[in-house]
């Protein structure tokens, strides 16, 4: 297929790089040109505009947040220049609002919106191993069949909606931030009671917890090694403003996110917005008294 | 082994009855005598008072609280007429205070206290796959090691401070009060936005959240079936209460914890306290305004 | 002076009254035209566009909130067709992060800029007892002077940064909802021990709570008349934002007021946006089980 | 009238103090010997045992919790000893719980039992300025008239059920730390925008907080002069569980106080528990990542 791709953060260049692989030609194009490279060495085309890229059979994005996408012109100019019927598939987390408003905002210029945001971090991506949950129109949702199954293990369709699609990412990485949190408190209070952090892990991920969540967060919080990040903290905030922003629409209160939200910015007060975000258990580490160490 | 039993709730029955399954002499004591019955149709002596059970080579206790093991006289008159150098091999999940004065009385009485938590709701333990987290003297763990294999699939061993174990399992079942109210809050926010309990954990259960603690509460919470409890949402209250009790006394705030509490306290206000646990979601869903509705 | 008033609300007309009793010339702007009348009967003249008000030798604006500032056009075109020079006197609660906004927009276009926030509710305004919170350039605050003094009884200037007056006067509303979510929770739980809502709030606002924000909600929530509101609680849910949003804008946690977040999504899930804010203390009262009833 | 008086901290020595200016007899008891020495000096009568001040025509209390209360006897074996009739007037803060259950005890013991908590710190309590909030039979309540008037400005008799008495006190204590934690969250995000909190706290204390409690605290909070204590912070958290184990005995959630409740631990496990309460302010700016230095 002709694949425009907006967006080569990490996640984006392993996306992408997938698809190349599959044999679909890519038009690529990124805000600075460095993560553009490799993938032109391999084949990619390589524009210097969004608008250049917003076309093909079907265009991905991948941004990083809300702001990115109005900044790129992804909710206006950019739609209008866009081959009609094209399909955008987007597939960063973007907030329910904006997603209702771009869904309107295609449909109104004769393109098809997919939303389609993926679970997985940056190594998962590079093995196409993605979770993706994909809600758009029909015809669609068929249509990038051969996408996502280059670019994930499984695709799940939530129907003809695209802010399902982003209320169930929303809410999923709320679960995992969530799980984040209950590791750093189960820990700290393990530890302060002369429980290592790895025997409750390994006690609790070899039955209940048997789940990689509780596995590789608690690894990284057990030994405290929280860089290179695979998720950014500071982007972890954002994913938890999603969260309140999702309810607020909805008014649906939601206590645990309003905790996150504190700790999180705590966290990025003391300096670790650049670590990985299952550095929040340091803030639950800190609160105790616990003087931060190295490791 | 001749064992003593104390306390035949729905746990303690099931733990019993698998040790009449392996062979071991039973003396059975409950403060109400129906559900000795069965057991004693099975070759269990029943005996009227605690004191009669708190013998043998071992003794094990599962009652429902700190304040029934005061009552009973756990921690002071029955640990004198015990046989000297016999295990109390207790099972139930005591706060870690009560479990540091009774290791410190064990002692000075010349009796050997184990501590040694369950995780499992009554259908594992009839099973005889618990997990068991045991902290004691060594050899007291040593010996106890056919009763262990009778009663559970695994157990960890935490060394010889009994507290340690009451940790360990306080900090475990608070993960398992999290999880649940993260199902809670993060399906009341996808139902609001159209998506259903069920395919949203459909979709978190296969990847990253595909544990036992997600799947079982989830189906619950998503079909609303909290009756009969294999936990009774009230015991929750108690757990979160330990945790905090423990939290406290060793300086560590748990927020989420806080949160816990608080909304156990709502759900017993509102006439669900014998409901199982999992109907902490439906405090999510009532503090959304959506009306509780059939099931 | 001549005065040019864009907003004409319970709070606007009351203040834009005061102004022509004080014998100011008025030029008035509301969306809908009804609230202006009464104002041209006194001898303001009624302008049908927001350009036509926003001039003169000071325009003050008393809009909803950030959107309708925007939406007015007070963040970009309207400045440049306003008089060099003229000070814009922002009386309303905006964010820090608009207010940052318009004062670089002020100066770019050759306006001054001043915040003057204000405390009171309507009958407050009325009295032209108001306490004003002003920041701004200061010669823009010393012309103002007369203008302040026929709205406020005292009139605090904080400097020429007005983001500083945003802060304060979102600082102090998060204060205000504190202080009415404690009343809610303190007296739900006296009453719950058999103690009158009334007989505590007396014996607290007669010695360490003898302040208005106590005695006045406190008035409201023990006879639960939350009718008509003097400040509607949908309205305190975006204070709160606010709040939230200079929090994390400074990297500052706000526990209390993520607690006060939930608790009027709560309210406003339940029907009670349009009842006065101090109707949060129902919030308390249906979570203890408290069934809702009149009083 | 002669009086028995058990406990002489800060308070309860400021309050004999006051009896026996007023001219009453006082057969004074503490555990350490050194605080009666003055008082001694002034004609009091020492006792070395609990049961030689028990006694009299009203036994004045003023222990510091629940324990001392149960260790020194006044919920069993002192009770029996003590000349029936006699009106055991307890002024500490304790617990509804064991207000209920010590009314009930002294009841039996044919003693009447008075709760009479107060408001007020030492400094109040030297110059006789208490609050008093006193609840027991009719009669006691008549006959400890004076004891009242030598120590308080104003009794509020609230009935002849002593748990009311203890109800109100908890809270109205919750109340305080509310304000203490509030004026801690707002002076900070204050700060962080660049508003003092001298600034932030004379705006607001000098119209709707125009109360003590904002005034004092706020400048204990704005000086950051936490000693010496009027109040020790570790006592602070005290109270709080006071207010939470309230809140679970009457099914009422309260989340400020859980907020409290992490607040005030993580005060304590960063080794403020021996400063003034309104260090709780101090986690707040801890939390926004500001360096605590002397000021």
Redesign the interface.
């Known amino acids: 297929m002709e694949v425009g791709f907006l967006g080569l953060g990490a996640m984006g260049r392993a996306m992408a790089s997938r698809l190349l692989s599959a044999g679909h030609r890519l038009r690529v194009w990124n805000r600075s040109p460095e993560p553009a490279r490799e993938l032109a060495g391999r084949g990619a085309e390589v524009v210097e505009e969004p608008a250049k890229a917003f076309r093909g059979d079907v265009a991905i994005t991948m941004l990083a947040d809300d702001a990115a996408y109005r900044s790129v012109g992804l909710a206006g100019p950019l739609l209008d220049r866009a081959p009609r019927g094209m399909i955008h598939l987007n597939m960063a987390t973007l907030s329910?609002e904006l997603t209702r408003e771009l869904a309107a905002a295609h449909a109104k210029a004769g393109l098809r919106y997919v939303a389609a945001p993926v679970?997985?971090r940056g190594d998962v991506a590079a093995a196409g191993k993605l979770?993706i949950?994909a809600a758009g129109p029909e015809d669609a949702l068929e249509q990038a069949g051969p996408l996502f199954e280059a670019m994930g293990q499984?695709t799940?369709r939530?129907g003809s909606?695209p802010?399902?699609a982003a209320?169930?990412k929303?809410?999923?990485n709320?679960?995992?931030a969530?799980?984040i949190?209950?590791?750093g408190?189960?820990?700290?209070?393990?530890a302060?009671?002369?429980?290592a952090p790895e025997?409750?892990l390994?006690?609790?991920t070899?039955?209940?917890?048997?789940?990689?969540?509780?596995k590789n967060y608690g690894a990284i919080i057990a030994g405290r090694k929280y860089q290179p990040p695979g998720f950014r903290l500071a982007l972890g905030?954002k994913d938890v403003?999603l969260?309140?922003a999702?309810?607020?629409g909805?008014?649906?209160?939601?206590?645990?996110?309003?905790?996150l939200?504190?700790?999180f910015?705590?966290a990025?007060?003391?300096?670790d917005g650049d670590l990985d975000w299952a550095a929040l258990a340091e803030v639950?580490r800190r609160?105790?008294?616990i003087v931060a160490g190295p490791d």
Chains 1, 2, 3, 4 share one sequence.
């Open positions: 329910v679970f997985g979770t949950v499984r799940w939530l909606d802010s399902q209320a169930l929303i809410a999923g709320f679960m995992i969530s799980a949190e209950t590791i408190e189960a820990t700290t209070l393990a302060r009671h002369g429980v025997t409750l390994d006690v609790l070899s039955s209940l917890f048997s789940a990689p969540v509780y905030l403003r969260a309140l999702a309810g607020e909805a008014k649906v209160p939601l206590p645990f996110a309003s905790v939200r504190d700790a910015l705590e990025i007060a003391h300096g639950a609160r105790a008294g």
